[in-house]
């Protein structure tokens, strides 16, 4: 991701009739990119697509 660009994050829970679905978005480094309560993604910075790739694969 570039500066300023931002992406939608999405969660399937598992089983799909689990009783709770709750989940907090949360960035490890909000500097470089910035998450919302709704899983919107926002690239702080040019090292975000190091940082977005690597968020991929912990998905």
């Known amino acids: 991701m570039k500066k300023g660009e931002t992406a939608k994050l999405n969660v399937n829970f598992v089983p799909v009739n689990a009783t709770v679905k709750k989940l907090k978005w949360t960035s490890s480094n909000p500097d470089i990119v910035a998450?919302?309560?709704?899983?919107?993604?926002k690239a702080k910075n040019r090292r975000s697509n190091n940082y977005c790739q690597k968020l991929r694969w912990w998905l």
């Open 35 to 41: 998450v919302d309560d709704k899983g919107v993604i």
